[in-house]
């Protein structure tokens, strides 16, 4: 996609990291889609979908990576040394931990891409993991398995970025005491909306994530009021001036609520739908350029 001059985006990325630079060009894809069109250049790449919950899906992880998602979710538990995949305690087994469930196939997968060469792909693949409960003892336990996989990680080593395959992110019972006194990490935060008025840097919080009904009271049964969309737009334009990603949670999970996020800048749309996003995420980058 072709961006305009006028966009920080293009200033800021010969200074910063190229993974800070790749998560902002994401959000200045989405924001800039309908400006695009109208100019006649070409369509936006294919919105980036965040499988919620992923791990209740039949095939965790890999229905994602067939249907095209570079995001997914999972909540964890840590229970007698092993961090467990589950919604709750009543759902977890010994046998689904996050390195059998995500690690492990992730490493998998990104080896066999890198043979490959197919050069698919540019931004990194985030695993969101959300914290259920204790998120010191989770964060250390998290560090040494980690240090499993450094090879396909993003690090988070001071001010610096180092990209990987596969960005870390936390959610939930987030340390943040201890992230942020950590300058050699493989896994970084997600923050809320009042974290965009802070100064906590990029390294620390790539990414912002919110509840919808926490901001916005729409169901999207009819077009978002235009107050509401002022205001969605604008959380998008701060989070990608920052170099942040935005998610939401909670939205409607529609075909209408997708399309209105992501004509207002937000770059990673929250689904439990995941054949449904995928098919309407293909139809987006489908569209021919305008003439």
């Keep these: 996609m072709s961006v305009p001059d006028a966009d920080p985006t293009r200033t800021r990325c010969g200074t910063v990291q190229a993974l800070v630079c790749a998560l902002m060009l994401l959000g200045t894809a989405a924001g800039c889609a309908a400006d695009s069109t109208a100019r006649g250049e070409p369509s936006p790449p294919r919105p980036r979908g965040h499988a919620h919950n992923d791990y209740l899906h039949v095939h965790p992880l890999q229905d994602a990576l067939r249907l095209g998602f570079t995001s997914v979710e999972a909540d964890v538990f840590l229970v007698g040394g092993e961090l467990l995949v589950g919604h709750d305690e ?106 965009l008025d802070g100064d906590a840097p990029v390294t620390l919080i790539p990414l912002v994530s919110d509840a919808w009904g926490k901001h916005f009271g729409w169901d999207a049964v009819d077009p978002l009021p235009q107050d509401q969309r002022a205001r969605l737009t604008a ?57």
């Design 235 to 291: 959380y998008a334009a701060r989070a990608r001036a920052q170099g942040r990603l935005l998610r939401f949670w909670a939205a409607p999970d529609r075909q209408l609520a997708w399309q209105t996020l992501w004509e207002c800048g937000v770059p990673l749309l929250n689904t439990d739908r995941l054949r449904e996003f995928a098919a309407w995420a293909d139809g987006i980058a489908a569209r021919p350029a305008p003439n």
């Design 90 to 195: 009543a759902m977890l087994q010994s046998h689904r931990t996050l390195e059998q469930l995500y690690l492990e196939p992730m490493r998998e997968h990104f080896a066999a891409r890198a043979a490959a060469a197919d050069g698919s792909g540019g931004e990194p693949f985030l695993l969101l993991i959300d914290v259920k409960r204790d998120g010191a003892a989770v964060y250390r336990a998290l560090r040494a398995v980690l240090e499993r996989y450094r090879a396909m990680l993003t690090r988070f080593v001071g001010d610096r970025i180092e990209p990987g395959a596969v960005m870390v992110v936390l959610s939930g019972d987030r340390p943040r005491a201890l992230l942020a006194a950590d300058g050699d990490r493989l896994m970084a935060m997600d923050g809320r909306l009042e974290d």
